[in-house]
């Protein structure tokens, strides 16, 4: 017989071993789209609702039927939306509709957030691609900042290697921009 401790009482019993599983994405189906103007395919959940498009305002836009919806823009580079990405999430309308929302609730909470103040505030502005903001972005940076005394604590060797990688980028976002067709004054001129 063996003899226990008033701590082998309290103890919990081991956890069984258990073997990791290792994650599988849950499976998908394909869609072709024409999200950001251009005809692609959208991998899609199996039991997810298919992608529609409808006009909302005179905008067509692609609508995905995913935790809520998605919208994205149907039209190129540089037509109105109501992002400034040409994507927007409408994850919360989940909570408003329910799940089973008709095309005219999706209709009703698009005009809903763009007559919003926390919206659009009635606005609609050009999307524009990742890119063409982030040019954007880096051009206002350059602009406001002295180049000779921006990153210069790490010596000048390191801050002529992050100017050079700068300027590099910049050079490319303007070439592609040129390629694709899209005004860099106009890119420019519509930041916030």
């Known amino acids: 017989m063996q003899q226990l401790s008033m701590f082998d009482?309290?103890?919990?019993p081991a956890l069984p071993v258990m073997a990791a599983k290792s994650y599988e994405p849950p499976p998908r189906r394909g869609f072709v789209t024409?999200?950001?103007?251009?005809?692609?395919?959208m991998e899609i959940d199996l039991d997810e609702r298919d992608p529609i498009e409808m006009v909302v305002r005179g905008i067509p836009t692609l609508i995905r039927f995913s935790y809520g919806f998605q919208t994205y823009a149907v039209q190129p580079a540089g037509s109105e939306y109501w992002s400034e990405t040409?994507?927007?999430?409408?994850?919360?309308?989940?909570?408003?509709?329910?799940?089973?929302?008709?095309?005219?609730?999706?209709?009703y909470l698009i005009e809903a957030n763009i007559d919003s103040k926390h919206g659009c505030n009635g606005n609609l502005t050009k999307w524009w691609p990742d890119y063409c903001r982030q040019w954007r972005q880096d051009k206002a940076f350059a602009d406001k900042f002295e180049r000779s005394t921006t990153w210069d604590q790490w010596g000048p060797e390191k801050q002529a290697e992050h100017w050079a990688r700068h300027d590099t980028r910049q050079s490319?976002?303007?070439?592609?921009?040129?390629?694709e067709g899209i005004d860099p004054a106009e890119v420019w001129r519509t930041r916030r």
């Not at 009482?9 to 919990?12: A, F, H, N, R």
């Not at 490319?172 to 390629?179: G, I, K, S, T, Y």
């Open 34 to 41: 024409r999200a950001y103007g251009v005809e692609t395919v």
């Open 172 to 179: 490319a976002a303007l070439e592609r921009m040129a390629a």
């Open 9 to 12: 009482l309290m103890m919990p």
């Open 86 to 107: 040409g994507f927007r999430s409408f994850a919360s309308a989940w909570t408003v509709t329910g799940p089973g929302f008709t095309d005219e609730d999706v209709r």
